[in-house]
């Protein structure tokens, strides 16, 4: 759920999964996540602020940071389902070159799917400039 629709309560902020339930920024803060270092979280608007608070970087990725992820990559309106999956392909290669993955990598390995991305033909730029990097 694009956390716009929640701006006066942040923490309700959620992801919907796969059985259609939402998975609440309030909830992902209360787990033991010691292990937490990379989120990717390709849908639409997941990196968008609010209109109510435009000098503020509150939305679901920096809420994923708060709820100790080191290494997140979101996006800031809708992104293409033809090159979401091209650009997490990817990052996720890059991240796990030398057959483990590093968190570390992720900036660089978004910086290089997004620019494979600019060479596709027929790729506008409001296709790959959705796609943004925070943390680690």
Not at 4 to 28: F, G, M, Q, V
Not at 50 to 58: E, I, L, M, N
Request: hydrophobic share 40%; net charge neutral.
């Amino acid at each position: 759920m694009p956390w716009s629709d929640y701006p006066s309560k942040p923490w309700e902020s959620a992801l919907i999964l796969s059985n259609h339930t939402r998975l609440t920024l309030r909830e992902i803060s209360d787990m033991s996540l010691p292990h937490a270092e990379f989120a990717y979280l390709s849908a639409c608007q997941t990196a968008k602020g609010v209109v109510q608070a435009p000098d503020q970087s509150a939305h679901l990725s920096t809420g994923m940071l708060a709820c100790g992820y080191r290494s997140v990559i979101g996006t800031l309106w809708q992104i293409s389902d033809e090159y979401a999956p091209f650009v997490a392909d990817r990052v996720y290669a890059k991240m796990l070159e030398g057959g483990r993955p590093d968190y570390k990598r992720a900036a660089c390995a978004l910086h290089d799917a997004v620019q494979a991305l600019r060479k596709e033909p027929g790729v506008s730029f409001n296709t790959w400039l959705p796609f943004i990097h925070i943390g680690v």
